[in-house]
């Protein structure tokens, strides 16, 4: 079951939210531009793998990457740890 909630109504209720994951509920997050995430338990996860470390990017201009823009960093980095995971499996 997925209940849509807003931010506020996330932010209002996030100790119920939580417990509510915790049995197995879970919520899609919307923010008033249209964007959303989804909020779910996940269990006992005994070993999650560690972060790779990630370069030293404080010289580059606010914002950027590598000059990639924040949203392609992101889902580059989700991509190659999927991959990874896919791997391990």
């Excluded at 899609?28 to 959303?36: N, Q, V």
């Excluded at 990639?68 to 995971?85: G, T, Y």
């Amino acid at each position: 079951m997925i209940i849509p909630i807003t931010v506020e109504e996330a932010e209002e209720n996030l100790e119920f939210c939580l417990a509510l994951c915790n049995r197995g509920v879970t919520f899609k997050i919307t923010r008033e531009d249209g964007k959303s995430v989804i909020m779910t338990g996940v269990g006992n996860i005994p070993d999650v793998p560690s972060v790779p470390d990630m370069p030293d990017m404080s010289g580059l201009p606010p914002g950027m990457a590598g000059g990639l823009q924040p949203e392609a960093d992101v889902r580059n980095f989700v991509n190659e740890s999927l991959a990874e995971m896919h791997q391990e499996l």
